[in-house]
């Protein structure tokens, strides 16, 4: 979680911008998951930003596989 506050006016809205953050990950993985001898994890996160101006607030979701 956290928060930002902009110094300056946004140029395009005129107002200064403050935005709020938030993100959560799960990582699924285990030691005996192999692929080619390389460990391999699940990973899903959830972010979502707001903003006093609307155009910048957003919500995005992510499922990726993890070979290391």
Do not use: C, H
């Not at 001898?37 to 499922?63: C, H, M, P, Q």
């Amino acid at each position: 979680m956290g928060a930002r506050k902009y110094a300056e006016v946004d140029p395009v809205f005129g107002q200064r911008r403050e935005d709020e953050r938030a993100r959560a990950e799960v990582t699924v993985g285990n030691k005996k998951w192999r692929w080619r001898d390389n460990y391999v994890a699940l990973v899903a996160s959830v972010e979502e930003t707001r903003s006093n101006i609307g155009f910048y607030s957003y919500r995005k979701s992510n499922v990726s596989l993890v070979v290391e």
